[in-house]
Nanobody, 121 residues
């Protein structure tokens, strides 16, 4: 079955950087659009970045554009999110997921455990 294991979160000061990773299994990774979502405290989960199956197409939410970079390694079934110039409003739990095409909706009714990112002084 689908498994998504996020890692790499942590605590960082404003202006710092982190890279989070997501190891995927249970489906054909190389044929699927992947996305990263953020759930801030008390708020809904929102899509912040997505990447096409071959990595050639990328989308970023306005809140992270120019600071975050999504990438993938199809040989390793892993998707990454490099986060630079972090701001306190980037704080939240970050989840990856399989998308139902070039959309914000997920393909499967499944979420991993996520990885916590905290940006504060």
């Amino acid at each position: 079955q689908v498994q998504l294991v996020e890692s790499g979160g942590g605590s960082v000061q404003p202006g710092g950087s982190l890279r989070v990773s997501c190891a995927a299994s249970g489906f054909t990774f190389s044929m699927n659009v992947m996305g990263w979502y953020r759930q801030a405290p008390g708020k809904e989960r929102v899509l912040v970045a997505r990447i096409s199956s071959n990595g050639g197409g990328k989308y970023y939410d306005d809140s992270v554009k120019g600071r975050f970079t999504i990438s993938r390694d199809n040989a390793k079934n892993t998707v990454y999110l490099q986060m630079n110039s972090l701001k306190p409003e980037d704080t939240g739990v970050y989840y990856c997921n399989v998308l139902a095409g070039w959309t914000t909706k997920t393909k499967y009714d499944y979420w991993g455990q996520g990885t916590q990112v905290t940006v504060s002084r």
